[in-house]
């Protein structure tokens, strides 16, 4: 896809509206339209890139230390304005993983107990060989790319 057609990117770029709440050089922040809870947050980078995988590429290596100072920035707002107990960070890459805007963002989503958003399913290995051939297999996978 062209920036041209990315939604985060108009968004950015200050050609379709929002309601920005935080930038910083290399991001902007701003209220999901669709919000799990009161101040839903969306992070994106300035820079068009589409999931993680595209992250890995195009993007500045310092990148990821502006993106954690800035959550934890984000994250410590939303509990003191919404007075939630806690929050998650989520960040899905691919439509199977739920993204749905193909602009690589993270939400920050305030949680309060007993709130009904589902967890994932907690699965069992179907045997502890099974478990550590995984990580084996994960091991030996990362080991070859880099
Ligand atoms: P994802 O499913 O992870 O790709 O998340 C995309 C998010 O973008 C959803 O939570 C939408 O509610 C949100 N969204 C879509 N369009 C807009 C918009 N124009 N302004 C703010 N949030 C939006
Ligand atoms: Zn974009």
Request: with cysteine.
């Amino acid at each position: 896809m062209s920036t041209t057609d990315c939604l985060f990117c108009k968004i950015v770029e200050g050609t379709l509206p929002s309601l920005k709440v935080y930038e910083t050089e290399h991001l902007y922040a701003f209220l999901d339209i669709k919000p799990a809870h009161r101040g839903h947050t969306l992070l994106v980078p300035k820079t068009h890139c589409r999931d993680i995988f595209d992250a890995a590429h195009g993007q500045d290596a310092r990148l990821g230390e502006e993106v954690l100072r800035t959550m934890q920035r984000l994250a410590a707002a939303l509990k003191e304005v919404t007075g939630c107990p806690g929050i998650n960070i989520i960040q899905n890459n691919g439509s199977a993983a739920g993204q749905t805007v193909f602009h690589l963002h993270w939400h920050i989503i305030p949680r309060f107990e007993n709130d009904g958003i589902p967890a994932w399913p907690q699965k069992k290995y179907e045997s502890q060989a099974a478990m550590n051939d995984m990580a084996e297999t994960l091991r030996n996978a990362l080991s070859c790319t880099n």
